[in-house]
């Protein structure tokens, strides 16, 4: 199993980015799929999951209104789209996958993790 995330970048305060999943070795369509993000000096923090098409999603309250969590099993990625970026977003972000299909938020249940992609917001 591979996860691969890229997207990352330096983008200023209000700015937008967004991050791609691409997986392999899964059976993606039945997977609970989630993004966390880790700062330096803090743990890692839960930010959006979505069920299995036709999923539904879940979000951390920091990033609710701005974020948008999808996926296409057609591509096998899952997205995450960051609209009105803040300097407290800063962060290295994860996708994981999930075996069970419970919708959880604890990192600790999720099976399979990508390398991380660094996400700067310049204030």
């Known amino acids: 199993v591979q996860l691969v995330e890229s997207g990352g970048g330096l983008v200023q305060a209000g700015g937008s980015l967004r991050l791609s999943c691409a997986t392999s070795?899964?059976?993606?369509?039945?997977?609970?799929m989630g993004w966390f993000r880790q700062a330096p000096g803090k743990e890692r923090e839960f930010v959006a999951v979505?069920?299995?098409?036709?999923?539904?999603?879940f979000y951390a309250d920091s990033v609710k209104g701005r974020f948008s969590i999808s996926r296409d099993s057609a591509k096998n990625t899952m997205y995450l789209q960051m609209n009105n970026l803040k300097s407290e977003d800063t962060a290295v972000y994860y996708c994981?996958?999930?075996?069970?299909?419970?919708?959880?938020?604890?990192?600790?249940?999720?099976?399979?993790w990508g390398q991380g992609t660094q996400v700067t917001v310049s204030s």
């Open positions: 979505i069920r299995p098409i036709p999923g539904p999603t």
């Open positions: 994981a996958a999930r075996i069970e299909r419970g919708l959880t938020l604890s990192p600790d249940d999720y099976n399979f």
């Open positions: 070795g899964l059976t993606f369509s039945a997977n609970v």
